[in-house]
């Protein structure tokens, strides 16, 4: 007879082995349960809004435009964005042409330069101001404002 096996094995052999025994057919019937639930798909859990927001925005854009802004572009749309960008670059190409050609501009300008940063905008009217453009004279040491 082995001595493992006898009725007189003592105690702290046959613990371990019944509480092995013990975890192994919880985790089987645990496994069982598991599988018996169908999973549930995250996306139809609902968890509420963090800060309690529910109500909707069924009238209003986002970003949040102020009262009476007009000619707002949506960028949400690639194509909108990418003819926008090509606008900005053939109007400020245009404008920089424009002060090329100007004498003073070039005097002022120098041998060495940088490329013009245009800028526009409106008066509080909502009337068109002139472009101006921005450059620095290396030559010169110093900005160049030109309006057009």
């Known amino acids: 007879m082995h001595p493992s096996s006898s009725p007189c094995t003592p105690a702290r052999f046959r613990f371990p082995a019944a509480a092995s025994a013990l975890v192994g057919a919880l985790g089987l019937l645990s496994a069982a349960a598991l599988q018996a639930e169908p999973p549930e798909d995250p996306a139809t859990i609902d968890v509420g809004h963090p800060t309690g927001h529910v109500h909707d925005h069924a009238n209003q854009t986002w970003p949040p435009q102020p009262p009476g802004m007009q000619n707002a572009l949506p960028l949400n749309n690639p194509g909108t964005e990418r003819s926008l960008a090509q606008a900005r670059q053939t109007r400020a ?56």
Do not use: C, M
């Open 93 to 148: 190409a245009s404008r920089e042409r424009l002060a090329g050609a100007r004498a003073d501009v070039r005097r002022a300008l120098g041998t060495r330069h940088t490329q013009a940063q245009l800028i526009d905008g409106r008066d509080k009217a909502g009337a068109e101001r002139p472009s101006r453009l921005v450059y620095f004279s290396h030559s010169q040491n110093r900005t160049v404002e030109v309006t057009v």
